[in-house]
């Protein structure tokens, strides 16, 4: 089975400060990892995802991950946040092309 | 750009009343889920269908809950009688047929159904 874990509930930043949000997940398969982003009220969006290949991946708005297979982790990273990327954010992870296994969700605040 | 409808969008409801929660994908896609997000938390499976068979309903209550996808096209999610703690965001997904475009499990969100149920 697949379990995820956001290592923080809340992160408040400045705006234009660089943000990281941690993400480890467990499986004892090959996965697909995501990163979502939800607005208050609203749906959510897909921000990147890795599949295989370069660990290093790019998504909208600026944010990138970086897949770390031995530390089994998929942070989430934006070397300038902006007011606009308050929301919640979270990890997922299935078993290629399955349901998706969610995070618990990680608040990003971002003051000015 | 093709967008994954869902309806209503807000709904109050009374326990023990009946609910019913409407979602249609965005066309072609062959994949329909429902997740239910309690405040607070990461959404959580209830129900999948790959056209109009269902492939995992194992979370589903299925003494309160039922849905059915019958033309595997748009969905249906009903709740009878609701509980208290039925209150949370109902999230209705899609994603395109395993091997076709895109079969890498992105799932395509719609904008959820929050219930209140007093």
């Known amino acids: 089975a697949q379990s995820v874990t956001q290592l923080d509930s809340q992160v408040p930043v400045f705006e234009e400060a660089p943000v990281e949000l941690r993400c480890n997940y467990s499986s004892s398969v090959s996965v697909y990892l995501f990163w979502y982003v939800q607005y208050p009220n609203q749906g959510l969006q897909l921000l990147l995802k890795y599949l295989s290949g370069s660990t290093l991946v790019k998504g909208i708005n600026g944010f990138e991950a970086e897949f770390n297979k031995s530390q089994t982790s998929f942070h989430l990273r934006k070397p300038s946040v902006h007011i606009s990327d308050t929301a919640e954010y979270f990890c997922?992870?299935?078993?290629?092309?399955?349901?998706?296994?969610f995070g618990q969700g990680t608040e990003l605040s971002v003051k000015p | 750009e093709a967008e994954v409808a869902q309806s209503p969008r807000y709904k109050i409801t009374e326990k023990s009343q009946a609910v019913a929660f409407w979602c249609d994908p965005i066309?072609?896609?062959?994949?329909l889920y429902w997740y239910r997000q309690i405040l607070g938390q990461g959404p959580e499976l209830l129900v999948q269908?790959?056209?109009?068979?269902?492939?995992?309903d194992s979370q589903l209550p299925k003494d309160r809950f039922s849905a059915e996808r019958l033309k595997g096209v748009d969905s249906t999610l009903k709740i009878q009688p609701a509980e208290l703690g039925d209150s949370a965001m109902y999230l209705c997904?899609?994603?395109?047929?395993?091997?076709?475009?895109?079969?890498?499990?992105?799932?395509?969100f719609g904008p959820g159904t929050r219930l209140t149920v007093t």
């Open positions: 997904a899609s994603s395109p047929r395993k091997g076709r475009t895109s079969g890498t499990g992105e799932q395509y």
């Open positions: 269908f790959q056209d109009e068979s269902v492939v995992d």
């Open positions: 066309s072609g896609h062959a994949t």
């Open positions: 997922a992870v299935s078993r290629q092309g399955g349901k998706l296994i």
